[in-house]
């Protein structure tokens, strides 16, 4: 099979950095192309990220000798992909995104520019697969022929909104209480000083609780005359810290239901949960969504942010709230789940699907 050409925008930062590492040897998808800022543009990405690759793996030798691209050059750089992963920082992304659809490039981005757009999917594949019918209205909208923008939600999200969406189904989520425990990496490098956080906690972060508290109503709503519309009946309230872990956001989460389930109906929903990605069997996709930890001391991020690719959500110490009906842990690895391999994931979903 012909692969499908990919450009990395902002690919020389953190999430950019691991786009390229975790699509080497893709079975569907090649990186063509990788652009970033004006003055990174015309330099050997080696060169580019010299002294500042962050990932654990070697740079693919396939992307070493590429040169990097001025981001803004859209049109030019458009010619050379038949799609993009945008891994820019939303002030730029708001500039950039547009254009590139508006040459025709879709984008599958991580930015939040795009996260609260009407007629923007804002994907978790295994929960709202569905919204991506959406793509052709907002291409009406905009006159655009080929290119479309598709986002990803919060990283921080990730860790504990498939395990509700799986509960949610069954038996209906009406309020949930988290506390979100959140990597270093989460703030792209060089992020938080390690003065601020190293034998400490940080108890803000800057709009993430905003986020974690509005973002799961979009993903969990409903497509109406040409928008998606937010869930309703639903109430969160979030708290979101920095704390001092390389990668891995862990959630604390309590929850109450239209009708409170059991301990053995809550893990079975759980082990039995599968999406459109387990379905269409795609390449990121981890093949048991939700796994469940019985250790009483589990999940924990050094022993189980890597678990199946680093796609998987692991969950643990399920027991009954005091407050509201049940609580339990989750946790995902911020920089695939979260980030990468969930836009990964979103772009194999769009290729299945064959918007790409």
Same mark, same amino acid.
């Given at each position: 099979?012909?692969?499908?050409?990919?450009?990395?925008?902002?690919?020389?930062?953190?999430?950019?950095?691991?786009?390229?590492?975790?699509?080497?040897?893709?079975?569907?998808?090649?990186?063509?192309?990788?652009?970033?800022?004006?003055?990174?543009?015309?330099?050997?990405?080696?060169?580019?990220?010299?002294?500042?690759?962050?990932?654990?793996?070697?740079?693919?030798?396939?992307?070493?000798?590429?040169?990097?691209?001025?981001?803004?050059?859209?049109?030019?750089?458009?010619?050379?992909?038949?799609?993009?992963?945008?891994?820019?920082?939303?002030?730029?992304?708001?500039?950039?995104?547009?254009?590139?659809?508006?040459?025709?490039?879709?984008?599958?981005?991580?930015?939040?520019?795009?996260?609260?757009?009407?007629?923007?999917?804002?994907?978790?594949?295994?929960?709202?697969?569905?919204?991506?019918?959406?793509?052709?209205?907002?291409?009406?909208?905009?006159?655009?022929?080929?290119?479309?923008?598709?986002?990803?939600?919060?990283?921080?999200?990730?860790?504990?909104?498939?395990?509700?969406?799986?509960?949610?189904?069954?038996?209906?989520?009406?309020? @949930? &209480?988290?506390?979100? !425990?959140?990597? /270093? $990496?989460?703030?792209?490098?060089?992020?938080? %000083?390690?003065?601020? +956080?190293? #034998?400490?906690?940080?108890?803000?972060?800057?709009?993430?609780?905003?986020?974690?508290?509005?973002?799961?109503?979009?993903?969990?709503?409903?497509?109406?005359?040409?928008?998606?519309?937010?869930?309703?009946?639903?109430?969160?309230?979030?708290?979101?810290?920095?704390?001092? @872990? &390389?990668?891995?956001? !862990?959630?604390? /989460? $309590?929850?109450?239901?239209?009708?409170?389930? %059991?301990?053995?109906? +809550?893990? #079975?929903?759980?082990?039995?949960?599968?999406?459109?990605?387990?379905?269409?069997?795609?390449?990121?996709?981890?093949?048991?969504?939700?796994?469940?930890?019985?250790?009483?001391?589990?999940?924990?991020?050094?022993?189980?942010?890597?678990?199946?690719?680093?796609?998987?959500?692991?969950?643990?110490?399920?027991?009954?709230?005091?407050?509201?009906?049940?609580?339990?842990?989750?946790?995902?690895?911020?920089?695939?789940?979260?980030?990468?391999?969930?836009?990964?994931?979103?772009?194999?979903?769009?290729?299945?699907?064959?918007?790409?």
């Amino acid at each position: 099979m012909k692969k499908i050409r990919a450009g990395i925008l902002g690919a020389t930062g953190m999430v950019g950095q691991q786009y390229l590492a975790l699509l080497e040897n893709h079975p569907w998808f090649e990186v063509s192309c990788v652009a970033a800022s004006e003055r990174s543009a015309g330099k050997k990405y080696s060169e580019a990220v010299s002294g500042r690759w962050h990932m654990q793996k070697e740079i693919p030798q396939t992307a070493k000798e590429l040169m990097v691209r001025d981001a803004a050059q859209a049109k030019e750089i458009a010619k050379e992909c038949d799609f993009v992963f945008s891994a820019l920082d939303p002030p730029v992304a708001k500039i950039l995104e547009e254009k590139y659809a508006e040459a025709g490039t879709p984008v599958v981005s991580n930015a939040s520019t795009h996260r609260w757009t009407r007629d923007v999917p804002m994907l978790i594949p295994e929960i709202n697969a569905e919204h991506i019918s959406i793509i052709p209205a907002q291409q009406k909208n905009r006159g655009w022929k080929k290119g479309f923008i598709a986002v990803k939600p919060n990283c921080s999200l990730q860790s504990y909104m498939t395990p509700l969406f799986a509960l949610h189904k069954k038996f209906s989520v009406k309020k @949930v &209480i988290v506390t979100t !425990l959140q990597a /270093v $990496s989460g703030a792209g490098h060089p992020g938080v %000083s390690s003065f601020d +956080i190293i #034998d400490n906690v940080i108890p803000f972060i800057g709009g993430e609780e905003e986020k974690s508290e509005n973002e799961p109503l979009k993903i969990l709503g409903s497509m109406r005359n040409g928008e998606i519309v937010n869930a309703s009946g639903i109430e969160i309230s979030a708290h979101c810290n920095r704390v001092p @872990v &390389i990668d891995g956001h !862990l959630a604390c /989460v $309590s929850v109450s239901f239209e009708r409170k389930p %059991s301990r053995a109906e +809550i893990l #079975d929903a759980w082990k039995k949960f599968r999406g459109v990605p387990q379905e269409l069997k795609l390449p990121f996709a981890p093949k048991q969504p939700i796994i469940y930890r019985e250790e009483e001391n589990r999940p924990q991020p050094r022993l189980d942010r890597d678990t199946d690719k680093g796609m998987a959500v692991s969950v643990g110490r399920l027991r009954e709230c005091n407050v509201l009906d049940w609580r339990f842990v989750g946790l995902s690895h911020n920089t695939i789940r979260g980030a990468a391999g969930g836009g990964i994931l979103n772009a194999e979903l769009l290729k299945a699907k064959k918007y790409l």
